[in-house]
């Protein structure tokens, strides 16, 4: 038996940008379909092809990751996919059920209360009466929403509406998984939640399908990715070129990569080296599953310097400069001081999982209030070259010390 799940072969799909026109062909072509005539596939005044030509498969297990800028094309597949519209031209074949996350509040009805819409959602996912009671307990358990279950969801805060959604469309036990950006709606702890929840459902086998602008997600848990541009599909392959391309279609905001060292503040504070583990390698670091990021700082402070706060930014370099991993010891509620004299300064990102992307490490050491800066290094480059780990995105951590 094939391990195929979805196939998409020559796939084409139009729309109108006028509403009049729209209604229009879509009247004349029903009326055609009735008595058997041909629907032809030209476009026609106000049509564009917001899809051309898409081929690819989905086996199981597998994820791939849709990029490109807004309005490329991206949801339209994902919607062509689930049955929401058909296609103009081209044919897509299915092996299995779908479970789908593609709008906030897709397939509920607000005035019915979050127990009825299990039942609703669930229905319309292909689930039978005996499989929602089965999995209620889970569902409502994942989705976080014991107290509002009885509420109806038009009180919900889209949020809510992400959890309940996500939870149902995980417990149908889908072969294919769609999920569109609707994630990024959700608060950090969901994300997380969410993530470790699928790489546990692509290790039964679950095939997805993940459309994001977060190259964090993206590079950590899909294994190909396609790249698309006005609904064709330029690239289909391995992460860190389709990133690569994706990154190029934003000419005005690329970063260079060049090592930028800067450091400023006061004559009490001297930086005598900064060391690296892996080390750095023509003015990069390399670096593996097994590694941690380490950073050590070789100090002379002529005076103390109480309540200092440590960044440390690992960031991609396209629009919106998508963070990977942020972290301050002020958010952690840790302190870190200084004592007059010489000393090392020591800090290790763990749990990084990358799929052969280059990142940016960013780091600093300000002064209490961020009223002066005593150290500033930027734009290190950090690509990771084994082999990634698809088990869901971990909690990365951040742990500093001072050696005196």
């Known amino acids: ?3 195929t799940v979805l196939k998409i072969e020559g796939l084409y ?7 009049k026109r729209s209604m229009y062909y879509g009247t004349t072509d029903a009326f055609h379909s009735m008595i058997g005539l041909t629907v032809k596939d030209r476009l026609r005044k106000s049509e564009f092809w917001a899809l051309q030509d898409i081929n690819f498969e989905l086996k199981k297990g597998e994820t791939i990751g849709l990029l490109g ?18 296609p103009d031209r081209g044919k897509i074949t299915i092996n299995g059920r779908i479970g789908a996350l593609i709008a906030v509040g897709a397939g509920f009805h607000p005035q019915m209360s979050g127990r009825e819409n299990i039942y609703l959602n669930g229905a319309i996912l292909g689930m039978s009466k005996e499989e929602i009671k089965k999995n209620f307990d889970e569902i ?11 509420a109806p969801v038009a ?19 889908p072969d294919i998984l769609l999920v ?26 679950v095939a997805t399908i993940l459309v994001s602008h977060n190259l964090h997600h993206i590079s950590t848990f899909c294994s190909s990715v396609i790249v698309f541009d006005k609904g064709k599909e330029i690239f289909l392959g391995q992460i860190d070129q389709g990133v690569e391309i994706y990154k190029a279609s934003f000419p005005d905001l690329q970063n260079k990569g060049e090592i930028e060292r800067v450091i400023t503040g006061t004559d009490d504070f001297k930086v005598d080296e900064v060391c690296f583990s892996p080390k750095l390698v023509d003015n990069k670091i390399e670096f593996t599953n097994q590694n941690d990021i380490e950073v050590t700082i070789k100090y002379n402070a002529l005076k103390d310097f109480n309540n200092l706060e440590i960044d440390c930014v690992l960031r991609a370099p396209i629009p919106l400069t998508t963070e990977y991993f942020q972290a301050n010891n002020h958010a952690f509620n840790k302190i870190l001081n200084i004592k007059k004299g010489t000393g090392k300064l020591h800090f290790t990102i763990r749990n990084l999982n990358l799929n052969n992307i280059t990142l940016y490490l960013y780091f600093a050491i300000w002064l209490q209030d961020r009223t002066e800066c005593l150290f500033w290094w930027r734009n ?12 869901g995105i971990t909690q990365y951590q951040l742990e500093y010390f001072v050696e005196e």
Do not use: W
């Not at 799909?13 to 509403?19: N, Q």
């Not at 800028?69 to 058909?86: M, Y």
């Not at 569109?180 to 086998?205: H, M, S, T, Y």
């Not at 290190?380 to 088990?391: A, E, H, Q, T, Y």
């Open 380 to 391: 290190v480059p950090v690509k990771f070259i084994g082999k990634p780990l698809f088990s």
């Open 140 to 150: 409502v358990e994942f989705a976080e929403i014991g107290e509002f279950l009885d």
């Open 180 to 205: 569109d950006e609707i994630l990024a709606v959700g608060d950090v702890g969901f994300q997380l939640k969410c993530f470790n929840k699928l790489g546990e459902l692509r290790q039964k086998g």
């Open 155 to 173: 009180v919900y805060s889209s949020g809510m509406y992400v959890r309940l959604g996500f939870a149902i469309a995980i417990h149908c036990n």
């Open 1 to 3: 038996m094939s391990d």
């Open 69 to 86: 800028q807004n309005g490329c094309g991206k949801t339209t597949l994902l919607r062509l996919i689930n049955g929401i519209f058909p």
């Open 13 to 19: 799909k139009k729309f109108t940008r006028s509403l």
